[in-house]
């Protein structure tokens, strides 16, 4: 599961696996919480790049690193998502939170202009 | 379509919850279902499956049983633990509700099962377990997403 996080200025890029239930997101939510102690992380950016399942595990695992970087007034993004991720996305409420953008690359813009300003 | 079931039984570990899901969804495959109705069925399983393990086994070893009947065009998909059983259906079916926000769980469980699936029933008994049952009418949606890759 390493090469799942990659850290760029206090930004975490999660790239999930290809399903993303229950137990995935345990072990996720384990990694995540151990690179959260040690380095400061101000935002959250959720590959979807690869995922073609996700149950309602995964909107607890977002909504709580959403709880988690709010302390620092930083954002969750959610990137590359299928029409069927967004099916499941629309219903769940996710995107009161979190921010839907098409790239990796929009949303590392978006939180470089948010921070400037 | 001609009439079949299925019925599996498995212990309540995580890690046989993208087995519970593909093999319900592997024994549907007959009924010719749309990408969206496999992702659909595949989902509601997955949520069932997981509620038994979490909520009413609390993460302790216990059987899980999936049956599965295939009646003409509509699937029935029944999920049972013998678990802790649910004091309050109608709350726990209220969606965002959750007994264990500490393990990060967001309540949409059932929410997901009611939305993806044509019917959903819970019946539960406090220290005898709950018996979800769930049906779809397979062929009836007419948009799917044609061509995308699974
Ligand atoms: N099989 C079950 N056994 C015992 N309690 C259950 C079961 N399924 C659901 N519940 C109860 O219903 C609540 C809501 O379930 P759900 O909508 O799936 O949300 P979540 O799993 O995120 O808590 C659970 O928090 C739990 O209290
Ligand atoms: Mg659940």
Do not use: Q
């Not at chain 2, 005898?128 to 995308?148: A, L, Q």
Request: hydrophobic content about 40%; aromatic content about 8%; glycine content about 6%.
């Amino acid at each position: 599961m390493e090469n799942l996080y990659e850290m760029k200025d206090e930004i975490l890029i999660i790239h999930l696996p290809e399903e993303l239930d229950h137990h995935i997101a345990g072990l996720i939510r384990e990694s995540t919480d151990e690179l959260f102690t040690c380095k400061k992380i101000r935002d959250v950016v959720f590959d979807y790049k690869k995922t073609s399942f996700m149950d309602s595990s995964g909107i607890g695992l977002i909504m709580g690193r959403y709880r988690e970087v709010r302390y620092l007034k930083g954002d969750v993004y959610l990137v590359n998502i299928s029409d069927k991720m967004e099916r499941i996305l629309s219903i769940s409420g996710l995107y009161r939170v979190a921010k839907r953008l098409d790239t990796i690359g929009d949303a590392i813009k978006d939180i470089e202009f948010k921070r400037t300003t | 379509m001609e009439n079949n079931s299925m019925t599996v039984e498995f212990e309540s570990s995580s890690n046989n919850e993208s087995f519970a899901r593909v093999v319900v969804s592997a024994f549907v495959a007959r009924m010719n279902p749309t990408l969206t109705e496999v992702a659909d069925i595949k989902t509601a399983v997955s949520e069932a499956v997981t509620n038994s393990i979490i909520h009413g086994y609390e993460n302790n070893t216990g059987r899980i049983r999936i049956e599965t009947y295939i009646v003409e065009d509509t699937v029935t998909i029944i999920v049972k633990d013998n678990g802790v059983g649910i004091d309050n259906i109608e709350r726990a079916m209220e969606p965002m509700y959750t007994s264990k926000p500490e393990l990060e769980r967001s309540g949409m469980g059932f929410a997901f099962m009611e939305a993806f699936m044509d019917e959903l029933f819970v019946e539960s008994k406090v220290s005898e377990g709950t018996i979800v049952t769930m049906r779809k009418v397979i062929g009836k949606s007419e948009n799917d997403w044609g061509s995308e890759i699974d």
